[in-house]
């Protein structure tokens, strides 16, 4: 399964990618220099919002990996 969207953070500590699958997934994973923590997954764009606000990153501080 290929994610349909990628973003990165600006600091470049998180991966996000955006998966369509029968419901919408996001795979968050912590990034640190060449290794990656395992994903996250978070079903739907409200459980993406509220994990954005938690860590304090908004919507122009991700860049399209």
Known sequence: MDPS???R???HQWRIEAYRAP???FAI???NGPTESVPLWL???TALARW???HSI???DLEVD
């Open 5 to 7: 969207a990628v973003w």
């Open 9 to 11: 953070d600006r600091q």
């Open 23 to 25: 419901d919408l997934r």
């Open 29 to 31: 994973y912590a990034t």
């Open 43 to 45: 079903f739907g764009m």
């Open 52 to 54: 954005l606000m938690t």
């Open 58 to 60: 908004s919507l122009d």
